[in-house]
């Protein structure tokens, strides 16, 4: 079965670890794969999100109206079939990198 939340936060700053999955693999098995792409690439913005918020610097995290504000326009970071999705793609991924300008 899956890891407890914690853990697998702690595992996910570890850049070893996230160059090693794939976004379904650390997904809740007991739940269905997106039927859409569209709820793939929704469910991949919500993880480049969660990556922006998990970074060790607070001031490098984007504030919560900038989270806000990006839930409000959703866009799909990536088009590409759910399985194909790395989270080294999601992590390094552009989103986020200039919001210290909205602060």
Request: positive net charge; contains cysteine.
């Given at each position: 079965?899956?890891?407890?939340?914690?853990?697998?936060?702690?595992?996910l700053s570890s850049s070893s670890?996230?160059?090693?999955?794939?976004?379904?693999?650390?997904?809740?098995?007991?739940?269905?794969?997106?039927?859409?792409?569209?709820?793939?690439?929704?469910?991949?913005?919500?993880?480049v999100i969660a990556f922006a918020?998990?970074?060790?610097?607070?001031?490098?995290?984007?504030?919560?109206?900038?989270?806000?504000?990006?839930?409000?326009?959703?866009?799909?970071?990536?088009?590409?079939?759910?399985?194909?999705?790395?989270?080294?793609?999601?992590?390094?991924?552009?989103?986020?990198?200039?919001?210290?300008?909205?602060?």
């Amino acid at each position: 079965m899956g890891k407890h939340p914690g853990e697998l936060l702690s595992t996910l700053s570890s850049s070893s670890y996230v160059q090693k999955f794939m976004l379904n693999e650390i997904l809740d098995p007991l739940l269905s794969h997106p039927r859409s792409q569209k709820m793939a690439g929704d469910i991949a913005f919500i993880v480049v999100i969660a990556f922006a918020c998990l970074r060790g610097r607070p001031k490098a995290q984007p504030t919560m109206k900038l989270v806000s504000q990006e839930f409000l326009h959703i866009k799909s970071p990536i088009a590409m079939p759910f399985h194909e999705i790395s989270l080294i793609e999601l992590k390094n991924h552009e989103m986020f990198m200039s919001y210290e300008n909205h602060k």
